[in-house]
Every structure is written in structure tokens, then in C-alpha cells.
T-cell receptor, first 116, second 112 residues
Framework: DAGITQSPRYKITETGRQVTLMCHQT?????MFWYRQDLGHGLRLIYY???????DKGEVPDGYVVSRSKTENFPLTLESATRSQTSVYFC???????????????FGEGSRLTVL | DAKTTQPNSMESNEEEPVHLPCNHS???????IHWYRQLPSQGPEYVIH???SNVNNRMASLAIAEDRKSSTLILHRATLRDAAVYYC?????????????FGGGTRLMVKP
């Protein structure tokens, strides 16, 4: 029962480098999300995806790129990392229906990224 | 965008009920109200959700105001393990699909 896994769990990089955070889920959930959480603050939505090849911006998408070529994977790329992108990144997945009452989000354990 | 407003922090005594309030005055008719909590150094976990009627599950109860502009998460008997940040969020359905936007949350402290 793997669920939703993120990698790497910890990453240190330098300003200007490209970084990719991976997210993989085994439930075939249609929806996937990326959030960032800065120290002492709540979660902010970066990008989300309703299905393979369908992605949309959240609250804070600038500086990030996502793709969803397969249902189970939703990588997040920082094309040129900046110090302000130092944060904990959480991936989540869910099954949503427009008219259904379900929609529990399942979160990964987080990826802690430090940009020097 | 639909937003929620919660108190920054609350305190409770162990084994007493806790009522965590949330205001969402701009909620639309199709927005579901979700509650999540985040324990220290962990990802958020689902607690409960509802649309119009009050809801109960093994973790908590959700009381939704008749006009849906506010809701209250009720923990019937707080334990030390319930100390966490509780987030009230709205599931917004738009043309792009479903989006859940977290606010600042309420930090619940439970005293023994």
C-alpha cells in the first residue's frame, strides 16, 4: 500500500539551478495538487491537475512548471531556483466528482527544499 | 475567490469539547466545506467535509450554519494528540475543475 510518495524528501540546491520534485500515487486518483508551506505559515496552492494532460495554476504558480503525462505522476519543476522558493512542498491527490460529496485529499510526507 | 477566516489559535483542556469556528461569507452554492488538520512535521490529513447538512464521523462533527456563511468543527473530547493546526477550506468547482485553497488555520493547543 504505497499511497502517495514524494522524492526527494530533502534537497539543498543553489540559486539558479533547476530542481524537480517528484510525486507518485498508486490509487489512480484523477486530481493531483502541489502546495508549498513556508515556515510558520499555511499551505498555498501552486498548481493542480484534474487529469492527465490537464493542469491549471493555483495561487502562486510563478517560477514553477508542472506536467502530467501519466495519471500517477505529477512532477514539479523549479526552472531557476530562488531563495524565496525555500519551503516544504506537499503533493496531494484526490478523487473528485462535480456532484459528489467525496473529495478527501491525501497528502504526501513533503519535500523540504532549501535554496542557498 | 472564496476565502475562509479562522482564529489564529485556541486553547482547550484535555477531555473537554472544542468548537473551532470558521467564517466563509463569500461561499457559493456549490462549494463544499472541508476541514483538515496538520500535526507537527506532517502533511495535512482529512478530518471532515459537508455541503449543507451537519455531518458526523469518528473524528469530529461539522456544524454548518443555515446560510452557509460559517461552520464549526467540533471535537467532542479533546486529547493531547488533537493538538494541531486545523484548516477550514472550501472546495471550489470551476471550469478548470476542483480547487482547494488553504488559509492560515487555527493552532489548537490542548492542556493536560
Amino acid at each position: 500500500d504505497a499511497g502517495i510518495t514524494q522524492s526527494p524528501r530533502y534537497k539543498i540546491t543553489e540559486t539558479g539551478r533547476q530542481v524537480t520534485l517528484m510525486c507518485h500515487q498508486t490509487w489512480s486518483h484523477s486530481y493531483m495538487f502541489w502546495y508549498r508551506q513556508d515556515l510558520g505559515h499555511g499551505l498555498r496552492l501552486i498548481y493542480y491537475s484534474a487529469a492527465a494532460d490537464i493542469t491549471d495554476k493555483g495561487e502562486v504558480p510563478d517560477g514553477y512548471v508542472v506536467s502530467r503525462s501519466k495519471t500517477e505522476n505529477f512532477p514539479l519543476t523549479l526552472e531557476s531556483a530562488t531563495r524565496s522558493q525555500t519551503s516544504v512542498y506537499f503533493c496531494a491527490s484526490s478523487v473528485f466528482g462535480r456532484s459528489s460529496g467525496t473529495g478527501e485529499l491525501f497528502f504526501g510526507e513533503g519535500s523540504r527544499l532549501t535554496v542557498l | 475567490d472564496a476565502k475562509t477566516t479562522q482564529p489564529n489559535s485556541m486553547e482547550s483542556n484535555e477531555e473537554e469539547p472544542v468548537h473551532l469556528p470558521c467564517n466563509h461569507s463569500t461561499i457559493s452554492g456549490t462549494d463544499y466545506i472541508h476541514w483538515y488538520r496538520q500535526l507537527p512535521s506532517q502533511g495535512p490529513e482529512y478530518v471532515i467535509h459537508g455541503l449543507t447538512s451537519n455531518v458526523n464521523n469518528r473524528m469530529a462533527s461539522l456544524a454548518i450554519a443555515e446560510d452557509r456563511k460559517s461552520s464549526t468543527l467540533i471535537l467532542h473530547r479533546a486529547t493531547l494528540r488533537d493538538a494541531a493546526v486545523y484548516y477550514c477550506i472550501l472546495r471550489v468547482t470551476n471550469n478548470a475543475g476542483n480547487m482547494l485553497t488553504f488559509g492560515g488555520g487555527t493552532r489548537l493547543m490542548v492542556k493536560p
